[in-house]
């Protein structure tokens, strides 16, 4: 089974600072990798797919990046509506995900 | 609108046995393959089970192989998910998610609501 290790598992930050949240895979997993935000009582919604390209309607602050085992999530200029957890999917092998980090207001 | 509604969560006792439901509208569900996502409370996401458009390929993950048991009935527009044997560990949300596989495409791109299963005495 492949393992996705996602850093940090919390990040507190203000609006308007640039985050970075990274998420290291076991083994390769070429382009094959997705990003989710998360909040409370609700299912993941896809941000980023095949490790940069953005979904429809997604906001252009949200960027993607890597490839292999090392892949990160950038958001450029946080938004109030964006302290929520984030979540990294690999689809190469099956299906695993990261253990998640949760982008909390400082 | 495409649309997947979850149902037969609820308390059951360690030991015991439970099955899920997901009601697929919206598209031609013969033509998507499936997944069942659960998410303990508090945790992240684990993927644990996947099915071909078919029915003929079916994985597991380590977690549930030998206890949860996937299958689909296209002509009813449903997928299911058997779970046998269950454990305290188990409780979590269930989550059915319709499978985009691999290609320039979201590789999940419906979620069902989630339906809350809890293992305990």
């Known amino acids: 089974d492949i393992q996705m290790t996602q850093s940090p598992s919390t990040l507190s930050a203000s609006v308007g600072d640039r985050i970075t949240i990274t998420c290291r895979a076991s083994q390769s997993v070429s382009g094959w990798l997705a990003w989710y935000q998360q909040k409370p009582g609700k299912a993941p919604k896809l941000l980023i797919y095949?490790?940069?390209s953005l979904d429809s309607g997604v906001p252009s602050r949200f960027s993607g990046s890597g490839s292999g085992t090392e892949f990160t999530l950038t958001i450029s200029s946080l938004q109030p509506d964006d302290f929520a957890t984030y979540h990294c999917h690999q689809y190469n092998t099956y299906s695993s995900f990261g253990q998640g980090t949760k982008v909390e207001i400082k | 609108e495409v649309q997947l509604v979850e149902s037969g969560g609820g308390l059951v006792q360690p030991g015991g046995s439970l099955r899920l439901s997901c009601a697929g509208s919206g598209f031609s569900f013969r033509n998507y393959d499936m997944d069942w996502v659960r998410q303990a409370p508090g945790k992240g996401l684990e993927w644990i089970s996947y099915?071909?458009?078919?029915?003929?390929?079916?994985h597991y993950a380590d977690s549930v192989k030998g206890r949860f048991t996937i299958s689909r009935d296209n002509a009813k527009n449903s997928l299911y998910l058997q779970m046998n044997s269950l454990r305290a560990e188990d409780t979590a949300v269930y989550f059915c998610?319709?499978?985009?596989?691999?290609?320039?495409?979201?590789?999940?791109?419906?979620w069902g609501q989630g339906t809350l299963v809890t293992v305990s005495s």
């Open positions: 095949k490790a940069s």
């Open positions: 998610v319709r499978d985009g596989g691999r290609g320039d495409k979201p590789p999940i791109d419906c």
């Open positions: 099915i071909s458009g078919s029915g003929a390929i079916i």
